[in-house]
């Protein structure tokens, strides 16, 4: 199946610093990528569909002006986390859709497990 | 609204068979995704139903039912390495998928 990458894997950092997360569709193009959010033992939250050349969608309840996302090119979206809080500490979690697969179907990147202190 | 239910925990043994039912109501129907995620890890993909019936794949099978809004993932010679929680998603007119919370699976010995 298709490859999805994503870094940092693990970051820790201080609160009020802004932390910028990657996702890379490796051997297909992704012009729709999708950014969740996952507390522990909770399921998969959609935050925003991110386009490829134009403005993310977010969800409802999901602030545009502290979670940055920029979605330049056909494989890379970034997901900016500014000025962190201790309770944006989560496991961040990517997925690109490969329009090509005979499922349509979201390959999802590692995640990143991201703690604010 | 749109909505998926699925069982929060279940516990099986080694080498037995488990069916995790998910129930769906939502805006359009593009197909049920079944996907399994270790903790810790991201969700990794399972199978795929658009049509009513059962889909086959070693050891893991899936069933649709449209008209029910209904769907199971059936896990056959269960091994430890199966202990994980399945996420039932839909997938809705636009293309968006509609997330289940999630079924635990314990597998005991």
């Given amino acids: 199946g298709a490859v999805v990458s994503q870094h940092p894997s693990r970051v820790i950092c201080k609160s009020g610093t802004s932390v910028k997360i990657e996702c890379r569709s490796l051997d297909f193009q992704a012009t729709t990528m999708f950014w969740y959010r996952q507390f522990p033992k909770k399921s998969l939250m959609l935050m925003a569909t991110s386009n490829e050349?134009?403005?993310?969608?977010?969800?409802?309840?999901?602030?545009?002006?502290?979670?940055?996302?920029?979605?330049?090119?056909?494989?890379?979206?970034?997901?900016?986390?500014?000025?962190?809080?201790?309770?944006?500490?989560?496991?961040?979690?990517?997925s690109a859709r490969d329009t090509t697969s005979a499922y349509n179907e979201q390959f999802f990147g590692p995640g990143t497990r991201l703690t604010v202190l | 609204g749109q909505n998926i239910d699925q069982p929060t925990e279940m516990t099986a043994t080694e080498g037995a068979i488990v069916q995790?039912?998910?129930?769906?109501?939502?805006?359009?129907?593009?197909?049920?995704?079944?996907?399994?995620?270790?903790?810790?890890?991201?969700?990794?993909?399972?199978?795929?139903?658009?049509?009513?019936?059962?889909?086959?794949?070693?050891?893991?099978?899936?069933?649709?039912?449209?008209?029910?809004?209904?769907?199971?993932?059936?896990?056959?010679?269960?091994?430890?390495?199966?202990?994980?929680?399945?996420?039932?998603?839909?997938m809705d007119s636009n293309y968006q998928l509609i997330w289940g919370a999630g079924t635990k699976l314990i597998i005991k010995p």
């Fill in chain 2, 20 to 90: 995790i039912n998910c129930t769906y109501q939502t805006s359009g129907f593009n197909g049920l995704f079944w996907y399994q995620q270790h903790a810790g890890e991201a969700p990794t993909f399972l199978s795929y139903n658009v049509l009513d019936g059962l889909e086959e794949k070693g050891r893991f099978s899936s069933f649709l039912s449209r008209s029910k809004g209904y769907s199971y993932l059936l896990l056959k010679e269960l091994q430890m390495k199966d202990s994980a929680s399945y996420l039932c998603a839909v």
């Fill in chain 1, 53 to 94: 050349g134009s403005k993310a969608t977010y969800e409802q309840g999901v602030e545009k002006d502290k979670f940055l996302i920029n979605h330049a090119s056909l494989t890379l979206s970034t997901l900016t986390v500014t000025s962190a809080h201790p309770e944006d500490s989560s496991f961040y979690i990517c």
